[in-house]
């Protein structure tokens, strides 16, 4: 290059830096940007179906729940109704449907649908624990399905996804105690290939 160019580049620099405009190359990355409005990216498509059935909770008042309680309905197919006829004819349970919540699977009701119980509508114990505490102050929520079988469908969790959110939220339960059955007693219960981690990651996408 020619000393001439060379000397008229350096003192092109020098005098963007007097400047304070030049910026000298670095090789470290840059730090992230702090999302902004323009930045967050928009809400997977995949919860969009959930959220009309959530909209509705804020209709009902809420009590002291401490612990969202994970479940499989390990059957292929279901529904919230079909479970509240089983509870209500052969448990012999007089409020029905143990769990507050069932999300169906696509057999017995729409893949990801959710359907709100009695007991969460009238704000009353769960039976789906199978101990105490937990029946008292888990809201119990059921995936139809057996995951020691099959995994759950991604509108399923999609579904769970959105609605563990909306509880946590509302109900102010912390993330650890978002828990599976077999966290509160001997069962296999939501089965071996419930996703769980990734739930609580919210990467199972
Ligand atoms: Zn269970």
Redesign the pocket.
């Known amino acids: 290059m020619h000393l001439r160019w060379k000397i008229g580049i350096c003192l092109s620099f020098m005098t963007l830096e007097l400047l304070g405009c030049y910026v000298p190359p670095v090789s470290k990355p840059v730090p992230a940007v702090k999302p902004s409005e323009s930045t967050i990216t928009p809400e997977k498509p995949q919860k969009k179906g959930a959220s009309s059935i959530i909209s509705q909770l804020d209709h009902y008042g809420v009590r002291d729940w401490r612990y969202i309680?994970?479940?499989?309905s390990?059957s292929a197919s279901g529904s919230a109704a079909k479970f509240d006829k089983y509870h209500r004819e052969k448990r012999r349970w007089e409020n029905g449907l143990g769990y507050h919540f069932v999300i169906g699977n696509g057999n017995g009701a729409s893949d990801g649908k959710i359907e709100i119980g009695n007991r969460w509508i009238n704000q009353i114990d769960g039976a789906?624990?199978?101990v105490r505490e937990y029946n008292h102050y888990g809201i119990?929520i059921?995936l139809v399905g057996n995951f020691n079988e099959s995994y759950p469908t991604a509108a399923q969790m999609a579904s769970l996804s959105a609605l563990v959110d909306y509880l946590q939220h509302r109900c102010r339960i912390p993330s650890e105690n978002v828990i599976?059955?077999?966290h509160c007693r001997e069962?296999d219960?939501?089965g071996r290939k419930f996703p769980y981690y990734k739930l609580l990651a919210n990467t199972y996408f």
Do not use: F, K, L, S
Not at 69 to 72: F, N, S, T
């Open positions: 309680v994970i479940h499989h390990a789906h624990a199978g119990g059921c599976m059955h077999r069962t219960c939501p």
